[in-house]
């Protein structure tokens, strides 16, 4: 592993915290023998020993799940917080890292182009979209909420806890929602919110958005953005082909957008985060709690988020990692983002062209997210595990994922078959990806030999 930076200049931050709180008179811990710096140390490398137990998911040649290391200024931040341990529920509980929230919230929006708002941030991607139903359900009573057959899997389970009706229409051949498909829906005149992804998890599709704003105007409905994973792309719109460019531009439009900074984000779990476009469905979250005594006029961010406790530490974490590398077209944060996407395509092109590899029929990678299947004249049951479990021994680490047949076989034609089909994936999104695309490359073709040879 290279060498970790944020041990000291933790252990400095972390020296210039305490000078803040100089004030305060001197006191020991009450506890001393469970403070033994020996026995914790024992028990930390012991822990050391476990976390050893997983996927280098910090290395290029983990290139599988949608896993991205936290950036170090992020561990640092979230780790010197820590120190504090700050709640976001209330000023109260976390006075300063409330102030970051709403800052790092506002760049976020900005990114979208929404300067008025209302939005913080959430445990992660299923509670932003949680609340964003939620305020989509309590505008349009009654009224059902439809995504894709592609989309996440938490919108069906979300639409149950709210005791919302909820449907699936088809996706295309390219993972996309499919217009036709919807519009059948909407002409049932009871649909009240369309979920529309930016980048599915399975394959980074991305949803026709224009297209679907149009139908708003005719049939009148909310448009939610799942952009969990999908949402930073937006600041390499003009990299990205056709169809997924114009809906980027079209984000600004939607009512609602969910977004995951633990995710592309560079932040560790515990952040995602929800927009809405009008700050007026901040009356949806008024509560009166006995406990939650608001002490300060400004707004606390409980008064405007499902959840009470919230990590402050996240915020502060982003915070930090915003400082160093803004949200901007064309900064570094971009360029990483530009570099995966360019690793997905070239990794694309060359599935392509090799005989042993079947890409998706109906194009190329629309993010940064590539998927495949092995061709082979009398094929096993398990090719495509074999070569996931051949590849992991070799330190290369893939996905593997259940997509429909036809995306690989028939892309004209829609209904050709419905049967689902084990995949490989691979998640690029690591800037290192793209230097380590030919170790990649060569790792997965010395699988695929070890494989065929049996
Ligand atoms: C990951 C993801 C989610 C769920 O977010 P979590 O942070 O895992 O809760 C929702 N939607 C999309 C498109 C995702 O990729």
Known sequence: MPKDLVPEILVRATEALECEFDALPNYEPSRHSDLDSAAMEAILKETAHLLGNNYPYFHPLYAG??????????????????????????????????????????????????????????????????????????????????????????????????????????????????????????????????????????????????????????????????????????????????????????????????????????????????????????????????????????LHLGEISLECSRAGAAAVALWATQRLLPLKPGGEFASGLTAGRRAAVEFDRRLRADARFEALAAGTPELDIVVWKMRAASRSFDLEQSIFSASAKRNLHLALVQLPQFWFVHPGDQSANQSYATCLRSVLMKPEHETWLDRIWHELTAACAQVEKG
């Not at 929006?109 to 964003?132: C, D, I, K, P, Y």
């Not at 979300?158 to 051949?173: F, G, H, M, T």
């Not at 009240?192 to 005719?218: C, K, Q, S």
Request: aromatic share 8%; with cysteine; net charge neutral.
């Open 65 to 298: 799940q949608m896993l991205k290391p936290p950036h170090p200024l992020a561990r640092a931040a979230y780790a010197l917080a820590m120190t504090i341990n700050p709640n976001n529920h209330a000023r109260d509980g976390g006075r300063a890292s409330s102030a970051m929230e709403i800052e790092a919230v506002a760049e976020i929006a900005r990114m979208f182009g929404w300067n008025e708002f209302l939005g913080h941030l959430t445990s992660g991607g299923t509670m932003a979209n949680l609340e964003a139903l939620w305020v989509a359900g309590r505008i349009n009573l009654g009224k059902r909420i439809i995504g894709s057959e592609q989309a996440h899997y938490t919108h069906s389970r979300i639409s149950a806890v709210l005791k919302l009706e909820y449907a699936a229409v088809p996706a295309d051949a390219r993972g996309r929602m499919r217009l036709d498909a919807l519009e059948t829906e909407l002409r049932k005149g009871d649909v009240g919110t369309v979920v529309v992804t930016l980048g599915t998890t399975a394959i980074g599709a991305v949803d026709p958005l224009p297209e679907i704003l149009e139908l708003r105007d005719r049939y009148k409905f909310r448009v939610h953005v799942d952009a969990a994973y999908g949402g930073y792309f937006k600041l390499i719109e003009g990299a990205l082909d056709d169809p997924a460019r114009c809906a980027y531009a079209a984000i600004t439009q939607a009512d609602s957008i969910v977004i995951d900074p633990h995710k592309h984000g560079l932040q560790p779990y515990g952040c995602g985060c929800v927009l809405f476009l009008d700050p007026g469905v901040g009356r949806f979250y008024k509560h009166d709690s006995p406990y939650t005594y608001f002490t300060s006029r400004d």
